[in-house]
């Protein structure tokens, strides 16, 4: 065997056949659970809550309240926008994202009240390799450490991997350390750094890369389930 003669694993023709069946930009999907609703963006009906959720203004949602709160630094720093002083700039930005033409954008609303109380994104689609990345992901501050967040990407995860991805990715920037361990938390594996991968607001950013792979949902969707269970 000559230094370059391998190759990689053949994939079945039913694996590859899937790739035939995903759309470039994720279809509109509604992803129901017991704390949370995820539905495609509107911006007409959605940006006004969302900014109002958003802006660093005292908030409440059930029984839950927060008081003024430093939004770039609790919900905006690592994220390429915001903070946003007005619903219009949020609509701009979001804009963006639900215009994607490989991404789908959702908003989070909670179960109980129908508010949105974030937004997460399947972007950069590919179905041609069957993987998908949940990113773009920002929770109002009175909706953070509630199982909001948690729930969410256990919805997302389930419905990519029953349409036959093989890996769904998270990225963070490396300095957001909440990011990493909630990755970390819910079952993804890291993978390494992408140094030098973008400039954002003026500044670099270094990027941490995660993932699960089909192989080992299983286990991952029952250990998210596990800890909703417990929280």
């Known amino acids: 065997m000559t230094e370059n003669s391998a190759v ?99 908003c989070v609303t909670d179960a109980g009240s129908g508010r949105p109380i974030g937004i997460t994104n399947y972007m950069n689609n590919s179905p041609a390799d069957l993987k998908v990345e949940l990113g773009g992901i920002w929770y109002g501050r009175v909706a953070q450490a509630t199982g909001a967040n948690l729930e969410a990407t256990l919805l997302m995860l389930r419905h990519a991997f029953s349409l036959g991805y093989r890996r769904l990715e998270w990225k963070c920037d490396a300095l957001n350390l909440r990011s990493r361990r909630a990755a970390l938390r819910m079952g993804f594996l890291y993978e390494g750094q992408q140094q030098y991968h973008f400039i954002v607001k003026g500044r670099n950013r270094d990027t941490d890369w995660f993932r699960i792979l089909d192989r080992e949902w299983p286990a991952v969707e029952e250990h998210l389930a596990g800890m909703l269970r417990s929280g």
């Open 8 to 106: 990689g694993e053949s994939l079945d023709r039913q694996v590859l056949a899937r790739r035939e069946r995903l759309p470039v930009k994720p279809a509109p999907v509604t992803l129901t659970g017991r704390l949370v609703v995820l539905r495609p963006l509107d911006l007409e009906r959605d940006i006004e809550p969302l900014h109002a959720i958003s802006d660093g203004t005292p908030a409440m949602l059930g029984e839950r309240s927060t008081a003024a709160y430093d939004a770039e630094a609790l919900i905006w720093r690592y994220l390429p926008g915001g903070p946003f002083a007005t619903a219009a700039g949020l609509g701009d930005y979001l804009r963006r994202q639900a215009e994607a033409p490989n991404g789908r954008c959702l």
